[in-house]
């Protein structure tokens, strides 16, 4: 009998911390080293990289973000189908094979789009609010919340501390 209570009380947990969803916390220590790392590669501010990526995938809980490893809402050149709940679902969304790849697509298209290749001249990466007002003036965003709404999750989650965060030893940063 304690035996069967016992499996039984494990396997409950095990669904409920597979069914619980990303807090900004959880998302932020998952994800943290990845922007910060795309920060001294690129000099895309960590705060921007993660900002933006909390608010388009909700923390990695969207549809999208969860089936198809987009965490930045990027259209793809063709559809996309997966499988929810047993229905087939086609999307316009690119999908990738890893969150982290997903990562390294934003850095890419932000790093190689002409009008934020114009501001990213003009700033460092401790200027994440002018960085933010910029991507949307380029055409990421059609919201005109946008905007004050990344600025509200970095704030809100002081990402702009990890701007500050040094590049490890032996590693070489962009100058800017």
């Known amino acids: 009998m304690k035996k069967t209570l016992l499996i039984t009380t494990l396997l409950i947990s095990s669904f409920a911390a597979f069914a619980q969803k990303n807090t900004s916390q959880s998302y932020i220590e998952q994800f943290k080293d990845n922007a910060i790392a795309i920060m001294h590669e690129t000099g895309i501010p960590a705060s921007i990289v993660l ?12 549809n999208i973000a969860k089936n198809l490893n987009n965490q930045f809402g990027f259209k793809g050149g063709s559809t996309t189908v ?4 047993k229905k087939k679902i086609t999307s316009a969304y690119k999908k990738y094979d890893s969150i982290l790849d997903s990562f390294e697509d934003f850095a890419r298209i932000i790093s190689h789009r002409q009008e ?4 990213s001249d003009k700033l460092t990466r ?3 609010e ?3 007002k910029g991507i949307q ?16 999750i970095i704030r809100r989650n002081e ?3 990890l701007d500050q965060t040094p590049p ?9």
Request: hydrophobic share 30%; proline share 2%.
């Open 137 to 152: 003036r380029s055409g990421y965003a059609s919201s005109k919340k946008w905007a004050s709404q990344v600025l509200n």
């Open 159 to 161: 990402l702009d501390a």
């Open 126 to 128: 401790y200027d994440y």
């Open 82 to 85: 997966y499988y929810k709940d």
């Open 116 to 119: 934020i290749g114009k501001i």
């Open 51 to 62: 900002g933006i990526a909390m608010h388009e995938s909700a923390n990695g809980n969207s």
């Open 130 to 132: 002018k960085w933010v």
């Open 168 to 176: 490890p030893l032996g590693h070489q940063e962009r100058l800017r």
